[in-house]
Every structure is written in structure tokens, then in C-alpha cells.
């Protein structure tokens, strides 16, 4: 590996670089690329417990 | 023939045609020892009068014109001479221009089908004591390409040596590691490398400052052309893969290690304990701290040739933020056939990316078949492992498309070889 090799090969290096940046983020805050569990997002505006609260809990 | 200045004996080679008598003045001065005549082409050795003059049966026309001024690796060097030659054996054709600097001395750009390589001498032998069609040098790997004797089938201009008698002694071998080419012209007393380089035909034409539209026609594929335009050895690509191969290999090793894989929740739920009027039930609060992390969300139960389904809703009670999924688990056996089967499992999981940290509730609508009873149990901070096969195979991807499709250019490239290393 010589740096003219380097040089010739800076796109592959770039998108190696960028890879495991990318790779470290998702590490990082649990990111699973593929295979992870689809979820519906929604905003609620009454919280458990709190007010205007119309649901019926039992806790486990 | 000596000619005479003033009264020194002075040898001064003779630019004079024997065939014709015309007085050529040749570029390359004294160093030039053989030449064609400008009037009649008649190849004559300077100085020495005798049978070895040759007049050609063809004429051939340089693609570059003799006498023109080009520059490479920022010197300029004129064109003297100009050979077309013939494999003895196979008597395909290639054309050879022989340039001149007078600092960097001689040099070459041959052509055949189009594709020009840039050739200097090189001193020593850069295969040493190598046997066999294979040596390292420059740090590549070169392997025999061609082994022949050539015919000179035309030659113009200016040459400083004896074309003739160098082609009817020498043979020639020629290695190459695309594209470079180190080649050995090579009698019983003598040896002489060379090394060449491909040069695309636009910048031949570029640097000769000629139009492109009367370079040669180009076809097949040039035995020394680089596939890419980006020249980089096989094993610098495979080095660089590994390296960050063995990065993102680190990087899961560490994540995993570090990973908390907190149980924030773990209950088993029976059917008497779901509310009737909701026909759900809710966890305690538990917190997921640490910043965004992934949470896994387990799911079994006792099912035999049986399924069991569950909504869920992950409340973040401090947003209001709800991540709704499901979960579905079957387990179904039997006999037929005379064979016993399975499928399923009674046992799920849910990966859930990226939930911020926060003080959260589970809500779970199961819905039962036969059974009675599951259990959950909720995992904080997992590390997503298969997120190390995808990043390998998008790192391996260009490496293995590359080596593939090399293969086949290869193929093709040393289809016209008797050295070729795709031959059994």
C-alpha cells in the first residue's frame, strides 16, 4: 500500500470513513438498520397519570 | 564513410543517401546511426556503405508526424523515428516512434490497436534472479505477457541503432502489472529493460498538440489499459478493506461490551389479569436512561399448535411520545407424510430503534387463543448486532463487484496471451 494507491482509492476511503461514522451513530443510539420492529408514532397529550387522563390502567 | 574537416581527422558521419545521393541532415546529429532517406526511404546505416540498405515495400504513414515536438513528464521530446514491426510468430503489427530529449535521452510510445504506451530504458534488471513468468517489482506483481522476435516491416526517420540487425538478434518479454509494462530485449551476450506505461490516446494527441481525430482507431482492450481511470493495486483494496472490516469488528465488539441490556420490565400476564372493560393492562413506570437506545421487547408463551397476538404501546410520559407495534407468535407441529413438522415458535421479540431516554409505561392489548397466560420482559440498550453483517457487505460490496468484473476483464485481456494465468 503505497500513497499513490491511497490517492487512487480516496472515494472507497471516503465511503469507509462515512460507513463506520455511521456504524459508530448507530451503535450509539440502538439503531438497528434492518429487521427492526415498525412503530406508529403518535402524540398523545394525556400522558399516564396525567391530566385529562381517560384511561383505565392496572399495573403489573 | 569518414569525412574529413579541416585538417584533423575528424570521423563525420555521412547523412548522404546511397541509393539516391541526397544530402539528409538528421535531428539526432552524431547520435543518429542509421536513417531513411527523406527523398527516396531508402534505410541506409550512416557511414557504412553496403548491401544491408533497404527499401521498403510499403510506405506507412506516421499517425504522428516525424520531426513534431510533444511533451510527457514535462519534458519535450521530438519525434525521430518511426518503425512499424511484425511478430515473427503471429504477425500482428504494432507501430514504435522513437523520441528524443536531449537531457532524458530516448524513449518510445509504441501503439497497436489504438492503445499507446509510454516506454523508457531502465537501467539493471528489475526481474533479478526471478524464474518463471512471474516477478515482483515497484512493488506489484508482474507476469509474462508476450515473448517474440519482431520484423521490421517499415521504418522512417532517424535511429540509433541498427533496427534491423537489433530485431533479426533479440527477443523480447514482455511483463506487465496494468499499466505498467517492464519489458527485456535480450541477446546471448546482452540484456536491456525497458518500462512502459499506458498513455491514453487523448493525451498523446494532446501532448504532440494534434487533433484527436487522426490518432488510430482504438479497439479491444490494450494489454496494459487500466480498467479505471484510479490505478491502485488488488492487495492495497484488499488492505484497505480489512482495515475497515476489522474497525467495524471493533467497533461491534466494543458496543456489544458496552451495551447495559438493562431488563427495565419483566411480568408475566395471565388472562384474569387483563381489565375487561379496556381488555388491556399497563406496566409500571420505568425509566430508560443513557440517551436514545434501542429497547427490546420479549414476548412468549405457552402455545401448542396455537398462536397469541399483542398490540403494545410504549408511552414516553414525559413527551406524550407513543410507539405503537404489535407482536404475533404462533407455534404449529405435527405428523404427515410419514414426516413430523414444525414451524413457529412460541417466542417473540420486538426491536424497537432509537427511543429516547425518558420515564415510560407499557400498555398491552393481548389477544388469546387458547392459551392462558404470557409473559414480557422489556431489555434496554441492545446492541443491534446485524447492523455489523450490512455494514460488511457495503463495505465488501465495490471490493467484490471489482474483483469480479476485473476477472472477466482479465480474461479478456489475456485472451491474446500464451502466458495467460486463466488457462489451465
Avoid at chain 2, 546482452?190 to 498538440?209: H, K, P
Avoid at chain 2, 426491536?351 to 431516554?357: E, G, K, Q, T, Y
Wanted: with cysteine.
Amino acid at each position: 500500500m503505497n500513497k499513490e494507491d491511497l490517492y487512487h482509492l480516496r472515494y472507497f476511503i471516503v465511503l469507509g470513513v462515512l460507513l463506520t461514522g455511521f456504524y459508530i451513530y448507530s451503535a450509539s443510539v440502538g439503531w438497528k438498520w434492518v429487521g427492526s420492529t415498525r412503530t406508529e408514532k403518535e402524540k398523545s397529550s394525556t400522558t399516564h397519570g396525567g391530566p385529562g387522563s381517560h384511561r383505565y390502567y392496572i399495573h403489573k | 564513410m569518414i569525412s574529413q574537416i579541416g585538417n584533423d581527422m575528424i570521423p563525420v558521419l555521412t547523412s548522404t543517401c546511397p541509393k539516391c545521393g541526397h544530402l539528409n541532415e538528421p535531428r539526432g546529429k552524431a547520435m543518429t546511426l542509421a536513417m531513411t532517406c527523406t527523398k527516396c526511404g531508402t534505410y541506409f546505416h550512416r557511414g557504412q556503405w553496403n548491401d544491408e540498405e533497404v527499401l521498403f515495400k510499403e510506405n506507412i504513414k506516421p499517425a504522428l508526424p516525424l520531426g513534431a515536438r510533444g511533451t510527457f513528464n514535462n519534458r519535450t521530446y521530438i519525434i525521430l523515428g518511426f518503425t512499424v514491426k511484425r511478430d515473427r510468430r503471429y504477425s500482428y503489427r504494432w507501430r514504435e516512434y522513437t523520441l528524443f530529449n536531449p537531457v532524458d535521452g530516448v524513449a518510445y510510445l509504441s501503439e497497436y490497436d489504438g492503445h499507446w504506451n509510454f516506454i523508457k530504458p531502465v537501467e539493471g534488471n528489475p526481474k533479478g534472479n526471478t524464474r518463471g513468468y512471474e516477478f515482483n517489482a515497484e512493488g506489484r506483481s508482474f507476469r509474462l505477457y508476450q515473448k517474440y522476435k519482431t520484423e521490421i516491416v517499415f521504418a522512417s526517420g532517424e535511429f540509433f541503432y541498427d533496427i534491423f540487425k537489433a530485431s533479426d538478434l533479440t527477443t523480447t518479454e514482455e511483463y506487465i502489472s496494468p499499466p505498467i509494462l517492464l519489458g527485456c530485449e535480450y541477446e546471448n551476450k546482452s540484456m536491456l529493460w525497458y518500462r512502459g506505461e499506458y498513455i491514453e490516446s487523448s493525451a498523446v494527441a494532446a501532448a504532440f498538440q494534434i487533433s484527436k481525430d487522426v490518432m488510430p482507431e482504438q479497439s479491444g482492450t490494450g494489454y496494459t489499459q487500466p480498467f479505471f481511470k484510479a490505478r491502485f493495486s488488488d492487495t492495497s483494496l484488499v488492505q484497505v478493506t480489512a482495515l475497515f472490516a476489522l474497525l467495524l469488528v471493533g467497533i461491534q465488539l466494543l458496543s456489544s461490551n458496552w451495551a447495559e441490556r438493562k431488563v427495565v420490565y419483566n411480568q408475566t400476564i395471565s388472562m384474569k389479569d387483563i381489565a375487561t372493560d379496556s381488555k388491556m393492562i399497563s406496566s409500571g413506570s420505568f425509566t430508560l436512561s443513557g440517551g436514545t437506545k434501542s429497547v427490546l421487547v420479549s414476548v412468549a408463551s405457552p402455545i401448542d399448535n396455537d398462536w397469541f397476538y399483542a398490540d403494545f404501546t410504549l408511552v414516553n410520559e414525559n413527551t406524550g411520545e407513543e410507539y405503537n407495534f404489535s407482536q404475533e407468535i404462533g407455534y404449529y407441529y405435527g405428523y404427515e407424510g410419514g414426516e413430523s413438522w414444525s414451524e413457529g415458535a412460541n417466542h417473540g421479540e420486538a426491536f424497537l430503534s432509537r427511543i429516547p431516554a425518558g420515564t415510560y409505561h407499557i400498555n398491552i392489548y393481548p389477544e388469546f387463543s387458547r392459551s392462558n397466560y404470557f409473559s414480557v420482559s422489556i431489555v434496554h440498550d441492545v446492541s443491534p448486532g446485524m447492523n455489523l453483517l450490512f455494514a460488511l457487505l457495503i463495505l465488501c460490496a465495490f471490493p467484490i463487484g471489482y474483483f469480479i468484473w476485473k476477472h472477466y476483464r482479465e480474461r479478456s485481456r489475456w485472451s491474446d496471451s500464451d502466458y495467460s494465468p486463466y488457462d489451465a
